[in-house]
C-alpha cells in the first residue's frame, strides 16, 4: 500500500493540488472570500494564490460578483454521499408533483435517490420496502395509502436501523411530513358555511362528505374537521351523508349519481378528501341537471381543481392547497437533518391555503401553470394525496 501512494505521488502536480484545495475551502466556506482570507485559510505564498484565483477566474470556476471577492461556481461533493430510498404512491397529479420535487432536492444536495413505486397497492408497497431494505437505503420515504401496512414496513425498517420519513400517511417510528389534516377540515367547513350563507342565506339540506376510507383515521380528520365547522355554524336538521370514494373521481361520480338518482332535490355542500372526490361529485349533480344545487370544496388544489376554478358559472367554490409541489425541499431537507444526527420534531405540517376562483391566479399564475392545468384524461386517484 505504501509502494502504491508513493508511486501515486510522483504524477502530483502540485500547483494542481494547491487549486483544490483552495477550492475546497471555498466549499467549506459557502461565502465569498478576498484575497487575504484565502491566504489565511490556506497558509499558501499570497503571489501563488492571487495567480490560482485568476486562473480559476478565467476558467470559470469562481466568479468575482462583489469587487475583489471571490465566490465559486463548482460544488464540492465534501461529505458522505447519502442513499435514500424513496418509495412514490402512484402517477396522479398530486403524487406527480411530490416525486418530481422530491427528485429535484436529491439531485440539488447530491443524494443519490433509489426510487420505487408502491402502485397504490399494500402488497407493492411491502415488496418495496423489503428491496429498499436489501439496497440498505440510509434512510427511506414512505409515501403509500394504506395505513394498516404501517406497523409490517416499520418493523423491516427498524430491524434493519434505517430512518424513515413517511409522507401523508403516518407510521409508527417514523416522521410525519403532511399537512395538519383537522386544520384544513375546519379551513374547508368554514368556506362551505360562508358559501351557503352567501348562495342560500345559510339554509340547505344535505352535507355531503367523500371519504377514504383504507387511509384510516389522519386523513379522516379532514372530514371530521369539516363537518363540525358546518354544524357549528349551521344549524337546523340536514342531513350528513358520508360516502367512501377512496379519493377516486370515477367512483366518486357512481356513488354520488346513484345517490341523487334516488334521492328528492336537496342543497347540497360537499366536501371531500380530495379534489379529485370532489369533482366526480360535481360531474354527477351535473348529469342529472341539479348543479344549481351544490356547492363544493375540495382539498389539494389539483391541476384539475385549478380548470374547474377557472370555469365560469363553477359550483366548486375552492380547493385547500398544500402546494406538494413544494414538498422534496422540506422532505429532503428533514432527511438530511435525521441522517446528520440533528434533532426533528416527529411530525412536521406543510403550509395551506384556501384557493378560490378570485385569488387562484395570485397562488397559481396561468401564465406559469398553463401547461400543468391543461385538461387531460383522468386519472385513477391515489388517496394518500389529497392536498
Known amino acids: 500500500m505504501r509502494a502504491s501512494t508513493q508511486d501515486n505521488s510522483r504524477y502530483k502536480l502540485e500547483t494542481v493540488a494547491r487549486a483544490c484545495t483552495i477550492l475546497r475551502h471555498f466549499a467549506d466556506a459557502q461565502h465569498s472570500m478576498s484575497l487575504s482570507e484565502v491566504v489565511e485559510r490556506t497558509g499558501l505564498e499570497r503571489t501563488i494564490v492571487f495567480r490560482i484565483l485568476k486562473t480559476l477566474e478565467q476558467e470559470g470556476l469562481l466568479r468575482r460578483p462583489e469587487g475583489r471577492r471571490y465566490l465559486s461556481n463548482v460544488n464540492l461533493l465534501t461529505q458522505k454521499r447519502f442513499r435514500i430510498g424513496y418509495a412514490s404512491e402512484t402517477t396522479d397529479s398530486f403524487s406527480e408533483a411530490v416525486t418530481q420535487g422530491i427528485r429535484w432536492a436529491a439531485s440539488r444536495h447530491q443524494i443519490d435517490l ?3 413505486e408502491n402502485l397504490y397497492s399494500p ?34 425498517y427498524e430491524q434493519a436501523s434505517i430512518p424513515v420519513i413517511a409522507i401523508e400517511i403516518p407510521q409508527p417510528g417514523a416522521i410525519f411530513f403532511g399537512i395538519d389534516n383537522y386544520r384544513v377540515g ?23 362528505l367523500l371519504n377514504l376510507e383504507v ?8 372530514i371530521s374537521g369539516a363537518e363540525s365547522a358546518v354544524r357549528s355554524s349551521l344549524p337546523g336538521s340536514y342531513q350528513i351523508l358520508h360516502l367512501d370514494s377512496r379519493g377516486e373521481m ?17 342543497k347540497t355542500l360537499i366536501c371531500g378528501v380530495n379534489d379529485l372526490a370532489v369533482l366526480g361529485a360535481l360531474r354527477a349533480f351535473s348529469e342529472v341537471g341539479r348543479s344549481h344545487l351544490c356547492l363544493a370544496l375540495g ?27 413544494r414538498y422534496g425541499d422540506n422532505v429532503i431537507q428533514i432527511a438530511l437533518d435525521v441522517l446528520q444526527k440533528k434533532q426533528v420534531p416527529p411530525a412536521v405540517y ?21 401547461d400543468a392545468d391543461k385538461e387531460s384524461s383522468p386519472r385513477k386517484p391515489t388517496g394518500t394525496r389529497l392536498g
Open 114 to 116: 433509489i426510487e420505487v
Open 215 to 222: 387511509a384510516g383515521s389522519l386523513p379522516h380528520l379532514r
Open 350 to 370: 406543510a403550509p395551506i391555503q384556501l384557493i378560490t376562483p378570485q385569488n387562484i391566479d395570485q397562488f397559481y399564475p396561468s401564465s406559469l401553470f398553463a
Open 299 to 325: 382539498v389539494g388544489a389539483f391541476p384539475e381543481a385549478r380548470r374547474e376554478l377557472r370555469t365560469p358559472q363553477t359550483r366548486m367554490i375552492g380547493s385547500i392547497a398544500t402546494f406538494p409541489e
Open 186 to 208: 375546519q379551513l374547508a367547513g368554514r368556506a362551505l358555511v360562508k358559501a351557503a350563507q352567501q348562495y342560500w342565506h345559510g339554509e340547505i339540506d344535505e352535507l355531503l
Open 250 to 266: 370515477e367512483r366518486s361520480f357512481e356513488l354520488v349519481r346513484r345517490h341523487v338518482q334516488f334521492s328528492p332535490k336537496r
Open 123 to 156: 402488497k407493492v408497497a411491502l415488496r418495496n420496502a423489503q428491496r429498499l431494505v436489501q439496497q440498505k437505503v440510509d434512510l427511506a420515504i414512505e409515501f403509500q395509502v394504506y395505513e394498516r401496512m404501517g406497523s409490517q414496513l416499520a418493523a423491516l
